[in-house]
């Protein structure tokens, strides 16, 4: 009969941690002293017994014994073996039934066969398992000093930021698309679903490689690492020594906004008049808003920053452009026939979306199974589904509406929602922001409008 050497690395590294080869080579010792014939030498590498996670050698090591290959098993300490319960009563089984011997470098013999050696195993045993719980809790510690510490402790690479020579810096394609979709979120109040499909329609990736769905754009737009902030357990608890993508100042204005903005749980498109409207003449890039340090607004372009002009004179501009061109009686014909306003859509979107949303805060409190929200949630991601379509195909043939056309046309204007204003501009006409010889004053000429 032969017997097995059996090692196990587990994730924590501590002073009185044996490695695996540390653990090999006393085992070997121990079977030559004691004259054991090793046919097997087997090991489970970096997984931690107490997580679950199965051990492909383990399981190796029953059907092994199990077979009648052998009835040794030489181990380091009996805590190599089993970590858990279950797992003891696992072998003291195979033991029972084949007969085995657990030779150990640090607690002596183990002989399962016997009623004190079964006891002695499960002692020992109980106290791996006591030990691998305390290791877990010193673990906790540790990374919260790390935190305190302003360490950024991450095992999944955050979007925006890697590891590089134990420090963590920026990848810069990431943070600057992180500054962008910030902005959009909290300072443009673009709604979540629409920062997830900015992203999506660039291809940009998620760090694993994938598109981004709703919960991830979620917890990209909520992680307080980007300002700098270190935090366990989601509380803040210290400065982080990485480059922050926003101060914290202006991140913690934001979180209140965001706080009101749920509260009044309203749809929130776009607040300004043409910001996903306009593009940039030189790239083609999308304008959005940027808050300039004077408090003022500018357009921007979002792709290249190649061009950045004041909000007020562009949005008169194009406001005079739209009452001119509606006192064309070929206009008018031409829209006539147009469906009616997409307003009530949005409206019912935003509706179902804050419902969705309040059921994935269940997941994060704990208070509903993620299997349980999935179930629940289908319903309403198919009407969303449903109304996206729906605004997509009257997007697609946009809408004056008829009483715009008749009587007071400028003071009607004047009375429009933001959004049936927009909608009435993207059916009319293309918006260009070129670039500007002058910055210093206002060129009309460097707005390109083009007609429908
Ligand atoms: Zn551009």
């Given at each position: 009969?032969?017997?097995?050497?059996?090692?196990?690395?587990?994730?924590?590294?501590?002073?009185?941690?044996?490695?695996?080869?540390?653990?090999?080579?006393?085992?070997?010792?121990?079977a030559k002293r004691k004259n054991f014939d090793v046919i097997a030498e087997l090991s489970d590498n970096d997984?931690?017994?107490?997580?679950?996670?199965?051990?492909?050698?383990?399981?190796?090591?029953?059907?092994?014994?199990?077979?009648?290959?052998?009835?040794?098993?030489?181990?380091?300490?009996?805590?190599?073996?089993?970590?858990?319960?279950?797992?003891?009563?696992?072998?003291?089984?195979?033991?029972?039934?084949?007969?085995?011997?657990i030779a150990s470098v640090q607690a002596g013999d183990v002989d399962l066969n016997t009623p004190a050696g079964r006891m002695s195993a499960s002692i020992l045993g109980a106290v791996a398992t006591h030990e691998g719980e305390h290791r877990t809790e010193r673990q906790r510690a540790a990374y919260r000093q790390k935190a305190e510490a302003g360490?950024?402790?991450?095992?999944?690479?955050?979007?925006g930021y890697r590891r590089e020579g134990g420090k963590v810096v920026q990848v810069p394609e990431e943070a600057e698309v992180l500054n962008t979709v910030l902005n959009?979120?909290?300072?443009?109040?673009?709604?979540?679903?629409?920062?997830?499909?900015?992203?999506?329609?660039?291809?940009?990736?998620?760090p694993m490689g994938k598109p981004w769905g709703i919960i991830q754009v979620r917890d990209l737009l909520t992680n307080s690492h980007y300002a700098g902030i270190s935090t366990y357990n989601g509380v803040e608890i210290g400065k982080g020594n990485?480059?922050?993508?926003?101060?914290?100042?202006?991140?913690?204005?934001?979180?209140s906004g965001a706080a009101k903005r749920k509260r009044k749980s309203t749809f929130t498109a776009a607040k300004h008049l043409l910001t996903g409207i306009a593009r940039c003449a030189e790239c083609d890039g999308v304008i959005y808003v940027k808050h300039r340090a004077d408090k003022k607004l500018s357009y921007f372009c979002s792709e290249k920053g190649c061009v950045q002009r004041s909000m007020t004179p562009v949005d008169e501009l194009v406001s005079e452009a739209v009452l001119l061109r509606l006192q064309?009686?070929?206009?008018?014909?031409?829209?006539?026939?147009?469906?009616?306003?997409?307003?009530?859509?949005y409206t019912e979107r935003a509706a179902a979306q804050a419902r969705l949303d309040d059921r994935a805060e269940l997941i994060a409190d704990g208070t509903l199974t993620a299997q349980a929200v999935r179930e629940a949630a289908k319903p309403l991601r198919a009407r969303i589904k449903r109304i996206d379509e729906q605004i997509a195909s009257s997007d697609a043939t946009d809408l004056i509406p008829m009483d715009l056309l008749t009587g007071d046309t400028r003071a009607k204007w004047a009375a429009y929602s933001l959004a049936r204003k927009r909608a009435v501009i993207r059916t009319l006409m293309?918006?260009?922001?070129?670039?500007?010889?002058?910055?210093?004053?206002?060129?009309?000429?460097?707005?390109i409008l083009i007609w429908a």
């Open positions: 009969m032969g017997a097995i050497i059996y090692t196990r690395q587990s994730l924590e590294k501590t002073g009185m941690e044996a490695g695996v080869s540390r653990q090999l080579k006393d085992c070997r010792a121990l997984i931690s017994a107490t997580t679950g996670v199965p051990r492909p050698s383990f399981e190796k090591l029953l059907r092994f014994v199990e077979s009648g290959g052998a009835d040794t098993v030489i181990v380091w300490h009996p805590d190599r073996l089993y970590r858990k319960l279950t797992d003891l009563v696992r072998i003291t089984e195979v033991a029972q039934q084949h007969g085995l011997t360490e950024w402790h991450f095992s999944r690479r955050p979007f959009m979120y909290y300072a443009e109040e673009v709604p979540r679903y629409a920062v997830m499909r900015y992203l999506n329609d660039r291809q940009i990736l998620t990485w480059e922050p993508i926003v101060d914290a100042q202006t991140w913690h204005s934001w979180q064309d009686p070929a206009v008018v014909a031409a829209f006539r026939t147009q469906p009616a306003p997409t307003d009530h859509l293309e918006v260009r922001i070129a670039t500007q010889g002058n910055t210093r004053v206002f060129d009309g000429e460097a707005i």
